[in-house]
């Protein structure tokens, strides 16, 4: 079993910045593809980014327009999401989720993912 713990979230203003965490515990040598998610009021959950252990490409949501950096330090089991430009529609929950399926294939997807954190709150203010 893998435990994921998300931090950073919080209230910023419109065009601020946060950067959250992700730190996983329990069985981490498992996993291999990591992602982050998040739920806006009124939408269903949504994919953000994703990378994997090995490193490779990190993949984003297209809707991101490049505000929002995924990156990863293995040794600490954590991962990060440094977001930018922050805008009213970005307030939500932010999931950070991982499995251990050794293939990035479709990481856009809920389902792949076998762990989940509990999701921290971003609420961006204008």
């Known amino acids: 079993q893998v435990q994921l713990v998300e931090s950073g979230g919080g209230l910023e203003q419109a065009g601020g910045s946060l950067r959250l965490s992700c730190a996983a515990s329990g069985r981490t040598d498992s996993v291999f593809a990591m992602a982050w998610f998040r739920q806006t009021p009124g939408k269903d959950r949504e994919f953000v980014a994703a990378t994997s252990r090995t490193g490779g490409s990190t993949y984003y949501a297209d809707s991101m327009n490049g505000r929002f950096t995924m990156s990863r330090d293995n040794a600490k089991n954590t991962w990060y999401l440094q977001m930018i430009g922050l805008k009213d529609e970005d307030t939500g929950v932010y999931y950070c989720?991982?499995?251990?399926?050794?293939?990035?294939?479709?990481?856009?997807?809920?389902?792949?993912?076998?762990?989940w954190g509990q999701g921290t709150q971003v609420t961006v203010s204008s």
């Open positions: 989720a991982a499995d251990s399926v050794l293939s990035i294939v479709n990481y856009h997807m809920e389902d792949r993912y076998e762990y």
